[in-house]
């Protein structure tokens, strides 16, 4: 088992730009969350994804959006990126109706913004 | 609103020492409760889970933790520290009346001196 993957593992990117992170969830989990980590911070919630729609979100602006595929892989989609993007973004999977829904984490996108 | 509070951002313990790292948790309703392990520059590790039931959890390298509900804590225990549990921790609470999102505490550093 792969567990869960990202890619790209780092990312540079200038103001403005766009980025797309990649996540595939470990196998048999159907749901994928997105969190982002700054620096010295804990991981806050973006959105989830379940049966290729957006499920629940987070505190985050409209910049901030994904995708889920019919193999139950995600994307996570960044417009117009700003400084204060810089940080560790983290997919974490899960399969829907289990007890506390666990979820398990990928080791993670590292995003610069210059 | 759920929300996670891990007093101490640094800890210092001698190696072979016992250590407690404390988590509190604001929540209306019945939470599940988690403690991740994260080493510099990698994703998520979950160390040990609470859903329901006994109290005292086990989790993976020696780890246990309390749920408390009367003190709405969660403190990570572990009865002699080593030099590998250098690291940073993160206590994090959901709920099914919240959906299935993470809400996690800033983290505490763990240093171990030997």
């Known amino acids: 088992d792969a567990g869960v993957t990202q890619s790209p593992t780092h990312l540079i990117k200038t103001r403005g730009q766009q980025v797309t992170l990649r996540c595939s969830p470990k196998s048999g989990h159907d749901t994928v969350s997105w969190y982002q980590q700054a620096l010295g911070q804990g991981p806050q919630f973006i959105f989830q994804y379940y049966e290729e729609e957006e499920r629940q979100r987070g505190n985050f602006p409209d910049r901030f959006s994904g995708h889920q595929f019919p193999n139950y892989s995600s994307e996570l989609n960044v417009n117009a990126l700003l400084l204060g993007d810089s940080a560790l973004y983290l997919c974490?999977?899960?399969?829907?109706?289990?007890?506390?829904?666990?979820?398990?984490f990928g080791p993670g996108t590292r995003l610069t913004v210059l | 609103a759920q929300s996670v509070t891990q007093p101490d951002i640094h800890i210092t313990v001698s190696e072979g020492a016992s250590l407690e790292l404390r988590c509190n948790y604001s929540y209306g309703a019945t939470p599940y409760l988690f403690w991740y392990v994260q080493s510099p520059g990698q994703g998520l590790q979950l160390l040990l889970k609470?859903?329901?039931?006994?109290?005292l959890v086990q989790g993976i390298k020696g780890f246990e933790a309390e749920f408390k509900r009367s003190q709405s804590s969660f403190n990570l225990r572990k009865p002699s520290v080593h030099w590998s549990d250098a690291a940073e921790y993160f206590c994090a609470v959901g709920a099914r009346e919240y959906g299935n999102k993470l809400v996690f505490g800033a983290g505490t550093i763990l240093r171990v001196k030997s």
């Open positions: 974490a999977s899960s399969l829907s109706g289990a007890p506390g829904n666990e979820q398990f």
């Open positions: 609470y859903f329901s039931g006994d109290t």
